[in-house]
């Protein structure tokens, strides 16, 4: 499957961007979704993660309440809305799938990556 993630941008602190993270190659609903982040000089971290039919999901603690996670099978396509967004959201988002069903929050779990999307959150 390949991703391609969009919708990144320049924000002010507590604005909004929706992300998009488009499959083809392959139905999307053969896999769970995660998104991901990476400031500069940091490791990739977690941000959220959404089961096959999309009725689970898991937040980071740093985003829960914030940001939601949501998938439309129909159009292969996973998003990330991101709400109250604060300078320390800003990073390279990426999104990514994984075969398990276990929602998995590790990186190395997930076998199909995007290229990233940046986001910057201006204070």
């Known amino acids: 499957v390949q991703l391609q993630a969009s919708g990144g941008g320049l924000v002010q602190t507590g604005g909004s961007l929706r992300l998009s993270c488009a499959a083809s190659?392959?139905?999307?609903?053969?896999?769970?979704m995660g998104w991901f982040r990476q400031a500069p000089g940091k490791e990739r971290e977690f941000v959220a993660t959404i089961s096959r039919g999309g009725g689970g999901t898991k937040y980071a603690d740093s985003v829960k309440g914030r940001f939601a996670i949501s998938r439309d099978n129909a159009k292969n396509t996973v998003y990330l809305q991101m709400n109250s967004l604060k300078p320390e959201d800003t990073a390279v988002y990426y999104c990514?799938?994984?075969?398990?069903?276990?929602?998995?929050?590790?990186?190395?779990?997930?076998?199909?990556w995007g290229q990233g999307t940046q986001v910057t959150v201006s204070s």
């Open positions: 190659g392959r139905p999307l609903s053969s896999y769970g």
């Open positions: 990514a799938a994984r075969s398990s069903t276990y929602p998995y929050t590790s990186p190395n779990e997930y076998q199909y």
